[in-house]
């Protein structure tokens, strides 16, 4: 008898949990989405979320506001979303570095738990320089930072972002030895690298390309293992060092135990932004490519990544302080 209590126990939870699910899912949204980005404004993540932002809003019919939380490698604005009510109105836009954070920092938070909602879209880094720096080419500053250990000055979005990690392989794949510098985030990097203070710095190609083209700053390569449309005379970093490809991606997570009828809605509001031509047109400009994967696909190559970088971090222990 009392275990059929406890199943009709079971069974009721279920049931409960089940139908306040659907009606979260029916109810929403009826209030402000806040989209946390955890890196300072300028930077790539920062320029994908506030062109979707403005489509989100147009589509759910509310208010959708970025709200900048940078600092410690994405983790204060990463656990901000962690702690919040899984309602679907405080979701985190991340980038990959959220998958190696686990292995380089002990965190407040389960990364594992996040729920994925949707990879949005992915990018090479693009290595720039400052037009000071004393080469002006990728094959140049190879040269130079052989003849001259850690002469060359490097900034990073932070320690253990992919701007970090990338430099990390080059600096091994291509046996050179520079300085890195990390910042909080690529917007406070390339505003260093502007100014001159820092040689080069790995950056997404939405931040630099505008600078690029002014003669600000002067690129390298690119980060992957071919060139890409918007910079077709840029080589890639491949091209000098065989099997170098590392590409950054752009998606959103909601708070562990997010309904899926929710999670269902942000995801369709999305993908149909991603389809819209001057959306395409804008990314691709910029160097982005939509990908648009589903909750369960994002899910699959999340963990799949979180994966390598752990085995990568303990065959290649990274120092981050």
């Given at each position: 008898m009392r275990k059929i209590f406890a199943m009709m126990a079971v069974y009721a939870v279920t049931t409960l949990t089940a139908a306040l699910a659907v009606a979260a899912g029916t109810d929403y949204p009826n209030k402000t989405i806040r989209i946390v980005v955890p890196f300072a404004p300028g930077g790539g993540s920062d320029t994908i979320t506030r062109l979707l932002a403005q489509k989100m809003a147009a589509d759910l019919g509310v208010s959708v506001i970025v709200d900048n939380k940078p600092g410690a490698s994405s983790?204060?604005?990463?656990?901000?979303?962690?702690?919040?009510?899984?309602?679907?109105?405080?979701?985190?836009?991340?980038?990959?570095?959220?998958?190696?954070?686990?292995w380089?920092?002990?965190?407040?938070?389960?990364?594992?738990?996040?729920?994925?909602?949707?990879?949005?879209?992915?990018?090479?880094?693009?290595?720039?320089?400052?037009?000071?720096?004393?080469?002006?080419?990728?094959?140049e500053m190879l040269a130079y930072a052989k003849a001259n250990p850690n002469k060359v000055t490097v900034a990073t979005a932070g320690a253990g972002q992919l701007s970090h990690l990338a430099t990390e392989i080059m600096e091994k794949d291509a046996k050179i030895q520079v300085t890195k510098?990390?910042?909080?985030?690529?917007?406070?990097?390339?505003?260093?690298?502007?100014?001159?203070?820092?040689?080069?710095?790995?950056?997404?190609?939405?931040?630099?390309?505008?600078?690029?083209?002014?003669?600000?700053?002067?690129?390298?390569?690119?980060?992957?293992?071919?060139?890409?449309?918007?910079?077709?005379?840029?080589?890639?970093?491949?091209?000098?060092?065989?099997?170098?490809?590392?590409?950054?991606?752009f998606g959103i997570f909601a708070p562990p135990q997010t309904p899926e009828p929710i999670v269902d809605k942000i995801y369709q509001s999305l993908n149909r932004a991603l389809a819209q031509p001057d959306i395409v047109s804008t990314l691709a400009r910029d160097g982005f490519e939509p990908k648009a994967l589903s909750p369960e696909k994002f899910g699959q190559r999340f963990h799949s990544e979180m994966n390598y970088w752990q085995k990568f971090v303990q065959d290649n222990p990274l120092k981050v302080d």
């Open positions: 983790i204060i604005g990463t656990d901000t979303v962690f702690k919040s009510a899984p309602d679907g109105y405080t979701i985190l836009m991340a980038n990959g570095a959220i998958t190696s954070n686990p380089l920092y002990k965190l407040p938070y389960d990364t594992a738990k996040l729920t994925p909602v949707i990879l949005l879209a992915t990018a090479p880094q693009l290595l720039a320089a400052h037009p000071s720096a004393p080469f002006k080419t990728f094959k510098v990390h910042y909080k985030g690529s917007g406070n990097a390339l505003a260093d690298l502007l100014g001159g203070h820092i040689n080069m710095s790995f950056g997404t190609a939405p931040g630099l390309i505008p600078h690029i083209k002014s003669g600000k700053l002067v690129a390298l390569a690119t980060s992957g293992a071919t060139r890409i449309p918007a910079l077709p005379s840029v080589p890639a970093i491949g091209e000098s060092l065989p099997g170098y490809d590392i590409v950054n991606w």
